[in-house]
């Protein structure tokens, strides 16, 4: 499933997929989207990048001018551990979303060596593979839940206006036991598809307040998610793309590994109603 029209130019955010570490050597559907995606957006000032690999208490963004590509797996092919994404950072951005998260009454901190995880590169290297766009790494809350994360990007919203680019990272569906369960021939749980559509169909119709409450209303939450961290980016670009107000466009649906739910957003808050489901 899969909608090619775009608007970039009325882009805000993002949430994209980054799958599991092989989506870096085979991207697939979903990462001739992300590329599409990207190559039609204005180039940003910069990218505000939400991975659900880096937790932390309280709100975390990394200053390194030179973010080193982390490789924060094991036991996958050799060539993988030789990609290297030669981001560069930019003080003065990272402190722009310092102060913008420290403005909504957030609590903020910094790291002056944070690198880039899998959750970062994976689908940056495939959206600004010149890495010509400085990036800002920012963190998830261990616990804190939905409300928390869409505050978040709310914060990171003026940022948006001003040509930052706020990108999510993550998979409406995320649970790794039953990906062993389905490799072994167990098959693909119906919540795989039932919930991301839930997710689609809440977003298509604004209505925020079940999102947020995805947990107890959603089916199959809680097998999509045991613990909830790939879930909070979607979240933080809901914020920042207009929350209630944000169109919400599907740019790609599909599974991936069995279990894993790739659906890519683009929010815009300009107003205008020209999300369209595929």
């Given at each position: 499933?899969?909608n090619?029209?775009?608007?970039?130019a009325?882009?805000?955010?993002?949430?994209?997929?980054h799958?599991?570490?092989?989506?870096?050597?085979?991207?697939?559907?979903?990462?001739?989207?992300?590329?599409?995606?990207?190559?039609?957006?204005?180039?940003?000032?910069?990218?505000?990048?939400?991975?659900?690999?880096?937790?932390t208490?309280?709100?975390?963004?990394?200053?390194?001018?030179?973010?080193?590509?982390?490789?924060?797996?094991?036991?996958?092919?050799?060539?993988?551990?030789?990609?290297?994404?030669?981001?560069?950072?930019?003080?003065e951005?990272?402190?722009?979303?310092?102060?913008?998260?420290?403005?909504?009454?957030?609590?903020?901190?910094?790291?002056?060596?944070?690198?880039?995880?899998?959750?970062?590169?994976?689908?940056?290297?495939?959206?600004?593979?010149?890495?010509?766009?400085?990036?800002?790494?920012?963190?998830?809350?261990?616990?804190?839940?939905?409300?928390?994360?869409y505050?978040?990007?709310?914060?990171?919203?003026?940022?948006?206006?001003?040509?930052?680019?706020?990108?999510?990272?993550?998979?409406?569906?995320?649970?790794?036991?039953?990906?062993?369960?389905?490799?072994?021939?167990?098959?693909?749980?119906?919540?795989?598809?039932?919930?991301?559509?839930?997710?689609?169909?809440?977003?298509?119709?604004?209505?925020?307040?079940?999102?947020?409450?995805?947990?107890?209303?959603?089916?199959?939450?809680?097998?999509?998610?045991?613990?909830?961290?790939?879930?909070?980016?979607?979240?933080?670009?809901?914020g920042a793309?207009?929350?209630?107000?944000?169109?919400?466009?599907?740019?790609?649906?599909g599974?991936?590994?069995?279990?894993?739910?790739?659906?890519?957003?683009?929010?815009?808050?300009?107003?205008?109603?020209?999300?369209?489901?595929?």
């Open positions: 499933m899969e090619t029209a775009r608007h970039p009325q882009t805000s955010s993002l949430f994209v997929p799958g599991a570490p092989t989506f870096a050597l085979r991207p697939g559907a979903a990462g001739a989207a992300l590329a599409r995606t990207a190559g039609a957006l204005p180039l940003p000032r910069a990218i505000i990048i939400v991975s659900p690999h880096w937790e208490e309280s709100p975390v963004v990394g200053l390194a001018e030179r973010p080193e590509t982390i490789h924060d797996f094991g036991g996958f092919p050799d060539e993988l551990y030789a990609i290297r994404y030669p981001a560069t950072g930019c003080r951005a990272a402190q722009d979303v310092v102060d913008a998260i420290a403005a909504a009454g957030l609590p903020v901190a910094t790291d002056p060596q944070r690198g880039l995880d899998h959750g970062a590169w994976v689908p940056l290297r495939m959206m600004f593979p010149d890495a010509d766009v400085p990036v800002i790494p920012l963190s998830v809350q261990h616990n804190a839940g939905p409300a928390h994360h505050r978040l990007g709310q914060a990171l919203a003026p940022l948006a206006a001003k040509g930052y680019l706020v990108i999510g990272s993550g998979n409406i569906t995320h649970n790794l036991r039953d990906y062993q369960v389905a490799r072994s021939g167990g098959g693909t749980s119906d919540y795989v598809h039932a919930f991301p559509e839930w997710i689609a169909a809440r977003l298509a119709g604004h209505d925020v307040p079940a999102l947020l409450d995805y947990r107890q209303q959603a089916p199959g939450a809680v097998r999509a998610h045991p613990s909830e961290e790939h879930l909070m980016p979607l979240f933080v670009a809901l793309g207009g929350g209630e107000h944000a169109q919400a466009q599907r740019l790609h649906a599974i991936d590994d069995y279990v894993l739910a790739m659906d890519a957003y683009a929010f815009n808050a300009d107003g205008t109603d020209e999300a369209r489901a595929a």
